[in-house]
């Protein structure tokens, strides 16, 4: 089969060389031992970096023909610039992996031959997390366990290293969402799949593009994309809330009529004050958030443009891709040509 490899960079100047080496080199191995064609590619994303990560893929695609670049405009974050490659990637299969080598490269043989197995889908999933501190390691699997209990179909400890075929690629497209949360929307392609485990391992060079700021954001993003229950919970919690709101008016009235420390008129306003006002903020900010959702969806907006391209990409640089997906985009398309 015709492979390509993905690889989403953002300021991945001080890793970027010895990850297109490693690629560059499992991709010999892979066509040696005829797992893959000879015509195989590796496509990396510059998803607007303000370091010499352009310059390097520029480097690496002169050098190789099988080594591809796409620039976007500017930063539009990890799930745009991973759209961006899948959609512009040519193979029968195409594997997506981070840049920071963190990911075993040596999985990809697995996922190669799952897929010839019948595979439409291969997950790449850690076997364990010793790498991560303890608050990462508890709070990723707290998220994970937390989806499925919210109704999320997620596949546990798994990122963004797969495999798809071009069958499962192709019925990706059909989702024209602006709030893009990958791991949730694969699971729901429904093609056959299967899982390969490796170790990851620590970042080879520079650092995280990841703070705490964005984790908590892209949880969010998960939450809020795929499951309904925080806006159910309200209702929950707003018949929790009539109850509490009795029991306290019970325990005011008794204060007043038992006891002489009662202050007049404290309780019975001052309590339920603060705690309605509070529940009524916290329902009020919920809805916000899929409200929010709601208006970048009907905006339509497109997740990036594409600045430009190396290695021999031949995509028009005034079309944008996303949200090449639904009817609207093969409307687009039939415009296009």
Same mark, same amino acid.
């Given at each position: 089969?015709?492979?390509? =490899?993905?690889?989403?960079? %953002?300021?991945?100047?001080?890793?970027?060389?010895? #990850?297109?080496?490693?690629?560059? /080199?499992?991709? &010999?191995?892979? $066509?040696?031992?005829?797992?893959?064609?000879?015509?195989?590619?590796?496509?990396?994303?510059?998803?607007?970096?303000?370091? &010499?990560?352009? *310059?390097? =893929?520029?480097?690496?695609?002169?050098?190789?023909?099988?080594?591809?670049?796409?620039?976007?405009? &500017?930063?539009?974050?990890?799930?745009? +610039?991973?759209? !961006?490659?899948?959609?512009?990637?040519? @193979?029968?299969?195409?594997?997506?992996?981070?840049?920071?080598?963190?990911?075993?490269?040596? /999985?990809?043989?697995?996922?190669?031959?799952?897929?010839?197995?019948?595979?439409?889908?291969? %997950?790449?999933?850690?076997?364990?997390?010793?790498?991560? #501190?303890?608050?990462?390691?508890?709070? *990723?699997?707290?998220?994970?366990?937390?989806?499925?209990?919210?109704?999320?179909? =997620?596949?546990?400890?798994? /990122?963004? %290293?797969?495999?798809?075929?071009?069958? !499962?690629?192709?019925?990706?497209?059909?989702?024209?969402?602006?709030?893009?949360?990958?791991?949730?929307?694969?699971?729901?392609?429904?093609?056959?799949? *299967? =899982?390969?485990?490796?170790?990851?391992?620590?970042?080879? +060079?520079?650092?995280?593009?990841?703070?705490?700021?964005?984790?908590?954001?892209? !949880?969010?993003?998960?939450?809020?994309?795929?499951?309904?229950?925080?806006?159910? /919970? $309200?209702?929950?919690?707003?018949?929790?809330?009539?109850? *509490?709101?009795?029991?306290?008016?019970?325990? +005011?009235?008794?204060?007043?009529?038992?006891?002489?420390?009662?202050?007049?008129?404290?309780?019975? #306003?001052?309590?339920?004050?603060?705690?309605? !006002?509070?529940?009524?903020?916290?329902?009020?900010?919920?809805? @916000?958030?899929?409200?929010?959702?709601?208006?970048?969806?009907?905006?339509?907006?497109?997740?990036?443009? $594409?600045?430009?391209?190396?290695?021999?990409?031949?995509?028009?640089?005034?079309?944008?891709?996303?949200?090449?997906?639904?009817?609207?985009?093969?409307?687009?398309?039939?415009?296009? &040509?």
């Amino acid at each position: 089969m015709r492979l390509s =490899i993905v690889v989403p960079c %953002y300021n991945e100047e001080a890793v970027l060389p010895e #990850t297109i080496s490693r690629l560059c /080199a499992l991709k &010999r191995e892979l $066509i040696a031992e005829q797992h893959i064609a000879p015509d195989s590619e590796i496509i990396l994303v510059d998803d607007g970096s303000r370091d &010499r990560t352009w *310059a390097l =893929i520029e480097q690496a695609s002169a050098a190789d023909p099988c080594v591809r670049g796409i620039k976007l405009s &500017r930063n539009r974050g990890h799930q745009a +610039a991973l759209i !961006a490659g899948l959609f512009g990637a040519e @193979g029968e299969a195409v594997v997506s992996v981070d840049a920071d080598l963190q990911d075993d490269l040596n /999985a990809i043989r697995e996922m190669v031959a799952a897929c010839g197995k019948g595979a439409d889908v291969v %997950y790449g999933v850690r076997k364990r997390r010793d790498t991560d #501190t303890f608050f990462k390691r508890f709070t *990723a699997e707290s998220y994970y366990k937390l989806l499925d209990v919210l109704g999320v179909e =997620i596949v546990f400890n798994h /990122a963004d %290293y797969r495999l798809l075929s071009r069958r !499962a690629l192709e019925a990706l497209k059909q989702y024209g969402e602006s709030n893009l949360f990958l791991r949730g929307i694969i699971p729901q392609l429904g093609f056959p799949s *299967a =899982i390969v485990y490796y170790v990851r391992a620590e970042r080879f +060079a520079g650092e995280s593009k990841y703070p705490l700021k964005k984790m908590l954001a892209f !949880a969010w993003q998960g939450v809020t994309s795929f499951s309904a229950a925080p806006l159910r /919970a $309200i209702t929950g919690l707003g018949v929790a809330v009539s109850v *509490a709101s009795f029991v306290v008016a019970l325990w +005011a009235l008794w204060v007043r009529l038992f006891s002489e420390s009662a202050v007049p008129g404290w309780a019975s #306003t001052v309590v339920p004050m603060f705690f309605l !006002a509070g529940i009524q903020l916290l329902c009020i900010g919920i809805i @916000g958030e899929y409200l929010a959702k709601i208006y970048l969806e009907v905006k339509r907006r497109p997740p990036y443009f $594409i600045e430009k391209t190396s290695g021999g990409l031949n995509r028009p640089l005034d079309i944008v891709d996303p949200p090449a997906s639904g009817p609207l985009a093969t409307d687009m398309q039939r415009k296009t &040509r």
